[in-house]
C-alpha cells in the first residue's frame, strides 16, 4: 500500500515546526519507526536538531542533499513507517519530489513542514510541489506583529538581499496582508 503524504505550512513563526513535532511525539507514543531530517542549511539553533523558536526540539539527521540520505539510510518500510522532513523549501525541489515519491511507493508516510512563500509572496517550489501531491494540507498561520490579527505572509525587516537568507526574528516576522510588503 502506498504511503501517506502529509503537507504542513504557512508563513514564519506560524507553528508549523511545533505541528510537525505534534506529529513525532506521537508517532514515538506509538512506537513507530521514524527518522527526522532537515536540511543542512537551517543551522540557527542546532545543526542536529529541528528546533521551535521557542525551544522545543528533536534530534533530527541534517542533510546536504538526497543523494547523502540514500548512502546512509535505507529507506523501506521494513526499517520506517514515517519519514518527517523540516524545513522543505531549502531542499533541492527535484530530487526531493523523486525520493518522497519512491518512499511513498515503499509504503512509507512522509509528512513535511516548510514555508509556502518568500518574503516576497512567490511560493517555494518545493513547498508548492508537494502540496500537489499530499494526501493532507495542513496550512497554519501566525499573528501579525502590527495588528495581532490572522498572519499569512513572512515579513523581511530589511529590503533586499538574496532570496534565501536564513534567519528568525532578527530578519523576519509574520504579517497580515495590510501590515506586509514583499522585500
Same mark, same amino acid.
Given at each position: 500500500?502506498?504511503?501517506?503524504? +502529509?503537507?504542513?505550512?504557512?508563513?514564519?513563526?506560524?507553528?508549523?515546526? @511545533? +505541528?510537525?513535532?505534534?506529529?513525532?511525539?506521537?508517532?514515538? #507514543?506509538?512506537?513507530?519507526?521514524?527518522?527526522?531530517?532537515?536540511?543542512?542549511?537551517?543551522?540557527?539553533? @542546532?545543526?542536529?536538531?529541528? @528546533?521551535? #523558536?521557542?525551544?522545543?526540539? #528533536?534530534? /533530527?539527521?541534517?542533510?546536504?542533499?538526497?543523494?547523502?540520505? +540514500?548512502?546512509?539510510?535505507?529507506? &523501506? *518500510?521494513?526499517?520506517?513507517?514515517?519519514?518527517?522532513?523540516?524545513?522543505?523549501?531549502?531542499?533541492?525541489?527535484?530530487?526531493?519530489?523523486?525520493?518522497?515519491?519512491?518512499?511513498?511507493?515503499?509504503?512509507?508516510?512522509?509528512?513535511?513542514?516548510?514555508?509556502?512563500?518568500?518574503?516576497? $509572496?512567490?511560493?517555494?517550489? &518545493?513547498?508548492?510541489?508537494?502540496?500537489?501531491?499530499?494526501? *493532507?494540507? &495542513?496550512?497554519?498561520?501566525?499573528?501579525?506583529?502590527?495588528? $495581532?490579527?490572522?498572519?499569512?505572509? &513572512?515579513?523581511?525587516?530589511?529590503?533586499? $538581499? +538574496?532570496?534565501?537568507?536564513?534567519?528568525?526574528?532578527?530578519?523576519?516576522?509574520?504579517? /497580515?496582508?495590510?501590515?506586509?510588503?514583499?522585500?
Amino acid at each position: 500500500m502506498r504511503g501517506y503524504l +502529509e503537507t504542513i505550512v504557512g508563513a514564519m513563526f506560524a507553528g508549523k515546526t @511545533s +505541528e510537525l513535532l505534534k506529529r513525532i511525539l506521537w508517532a514515538e #507514543h506509538q512506537g513507530k519507526k521514524l527518522l527526522v531530517i532537515k536540511p543542512k542549511i537551517d543551522d540557527r539553533y @542546532s545543526e542536529a536538531l529541528i @528546533s521551535t #523558536h521557542n525551544n522545543l526540539t #528533536h534530534n /533530527c539527521y541534517p542533510m546536504e542533499n538526497w543523494n547523502q540520505i +540514500e548512502d546512509k539510510f535505507d529507506i &523501506t *518500510k521494513k526499517n520506517y513507517d514515517i519519514l518527517f522532513l523540516d524545513e522543505i523549501q531549502f531542499m533541492n525541489s527535484d530530487e526531493t519530489i523523486r525520493n518522497v515519491d519512491s518512499f511513498l511507493d515503499k509504503g512509507v508516510d512522509v509528512v513535511c513542514a516548510g514555508l509556502d512563500q518568500d518574503s516576497r $509572496g512567490k511560493p517555494w517550489e &518545493t513547498s508548492s510541489l508537494l502540496l500537489g501531491l499530499a494526501d *493532507k494540507i &495542513t496550512k497554519i498561520y501566525g499573528f501579525c506583529n502590527v495588528c $495581532g490579527i490572522e498572519a499569512t505572509k &513572512t515579513y523581511r525587516k530589511i529590503q533586499g $538581499g +538574496e532570496r534565501t537568507q536564513v534567519g528568525a526574528s532578527d530578519i523576519y516576522e509574520p504579517r /497580515c496582508l495590510k501590515h506586509w510588503e514583499p522585500r
